[in-house]
């Protein structure tokens, strides 16, 4: 079973660059009422290392790369994030890690609800106790 899920986003080109379009109820898979983007990342810093409870995420590498890795409790499983139209899927209560950020990546977040600390599970060991793995 696939801990993740991918979407591809339709990329508009020509020769001035590459556009690519988010709409909401056309090719979003849920109502977005938050987004986040992280730069400045250092690869030998990994950053995540928690679940959440509720929230679904939709992730981009819109520069450079990282690897993300998932853990439902039972198996782990890594991918790398290395296309600006390609969103990766974050579901709940799938522990997540990003590694080995390059120096140039721009890593964008949206997110299906505000920012609420109580729907995150920091520690894996109570992670694993509400898996009941
Ligand atoms: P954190 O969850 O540690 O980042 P990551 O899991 O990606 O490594 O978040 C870093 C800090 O930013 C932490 O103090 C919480 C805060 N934060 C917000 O205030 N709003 C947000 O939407 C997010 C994602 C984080």
């Not at 987004?35 to 981009?60: C, N, V």
Request: glycine content about 6%; charged content about 20%; overall charge negative.
């Amino acid at each position: 079973m696939s801990l993740f899920n991918w979407i591809d986003f339709a990329v508009i080109g020509d020769t001035r660059g590459q556009l690519v379009v988010l709409e909401q109820n056309k090719n979003l898979p849920f109502v977005v009422q938050r987004i986040y983007y992280m730069t400045g990342l250092d690869s030998s810093i990994p950053r995540g290392f928690h679940a959440h409870k509720e929230l679904r995420q939709l992730a981009f590498c819109l520069a450079g790369s990282c690897q993300m890795l998932f853990d439902d409790g039972n198996q782990r499983q890594s991918v790398v994030m290395s296309s600006s139209s390609r969103g990766l899927l974050i579901e709940p209560m799938i522990w997540h890690e990003m590694h080995n950020f390059s120096k140039d990546c721009v890593f964008l977040v949206l997110a299906s609800h505000h920012y609420d600390e109580s729907d995150y599970i920091r520690l894996y060991d109570e992670f694993k106790l509400l898996v009941g793995k």
